[in-house]
């Protein structure tokens, strides 16, 4: 296919180590991570997943190394404003409906109002999203969150355990959504510990530095 | 509507739902002018000479018991990450945040310290003079504050730590606050030097607020 794709932002990781509290957990992680392309991050509970993750959005420093947006970028404000995180924490707050905080975030991102509702679309959302989200499931705030992808509309997702809490349904959902976006020239990192299966994705394997 | 009004309208929308800490914070500075009055006994004379102080020291209390839900539950729930993530300046949004926490927070300590002063018997000529300083001069506590809870952003219930942390902060706001109510409750001619002063400091922590508290605020997270 020859036409032009609607993302065209990749990742250039070259030995990285990323610290946490203090100490260095994670060295020397390098891959690519082309436009289209699906990374697993795979590894032990502690071995640096969270944290590479964060680093690379540019929510904490790489302590050494260098992480280039292709075709240009490596400051972090760079990498934020390309790179959408979605972390365990859901950031939904229960005091207020999940339309609410679709609003909160849709503004944040500077989204337009039809792309909330492709947000509410692509998770399945309108069957829940004006109660209060206090009174949601764990898995009905976690598609909550997960609509920030779509809000965000930036190339790179990066997902931390994605899949936790929601139900095979929506598991589906979620692996159709990230075909979706990869078919734009999106690119995906997930850190994971389930069987979750992604087409075509190559695993980076990370594990902690010795101590 | 941008990010930074975004930020305002949310923080105190969730100040004054249920938890939100807006009603309780205004019943804490009601409680506490309530138990200087009650402490002081029937003497209304004194009572008058205090009530501007009184009133003065509750709000500055009151502000000091808010302020960790500046940044904590939005530290903890994962909203700060979205916040930092779609920033074009972080600054804007710590500034958006103390911003927040004012309205939601000291405005309505402000409403309702006319009420506190009838009970504590402030002079009728002191009534404007409070209520000015204290316009002008709590936006200062939630500036500073706005640092004291960026500073202790990955400490858990530090809710102690960021009083004890900012109360020597405060003492100049509360000084020439102070000040300025009592040359007004006083019949001074002139409250307005103090007031200047006051009004110097808030403008100060508000250029100081956004640098400091942005700073800590990339220091935590990492």
Redesign the interface.
Known sequence: MSEPKEFSTGLTVRDVAV?RGGRTILEGASFDLAPGAALFVKGANGSGKTTLLRAL?????IETGEAHLTPEGSSPAAR?AA???C???????A??SGR?NLA??A???GAPKDRTEAAIEAFDLAAFVDAPAGALSQGQRRRL?LS?LILSAKPLWLLDEPSAAIDAASAARLSAVIAAHRARGGAVMVATHDGMEIDGARTLTVHARAA | MNGFLAIISRDVALGFKAGGGTVQTALFFALTALVFAIAVGPDTALLSRIAAPTLWAAALLSALVSLDRIFQADFEDGSLDVIVETADLLEGRVLAKAIAHWIAACLPLILATPVLALLLSLPAQGYWPLVLSLLVGTPALSFIGAISAAVTLSLRRAGVLIAILTAPLYAPALIFGVAAANAGASGAPNFIPSLLFLGAGTLFSMILAPLAGAAAIRFNMS
Not at chain 1, 57 to 61: F, N, R, T, Y
């Open positions: 610290a959005a540019g929510l904490a420093p934020r790179i959408v995180y972390g365990h924490a859901n950031a939904v707050k005091a207020v609410a909160f975030w503004t944040l991102y969150a920030r």
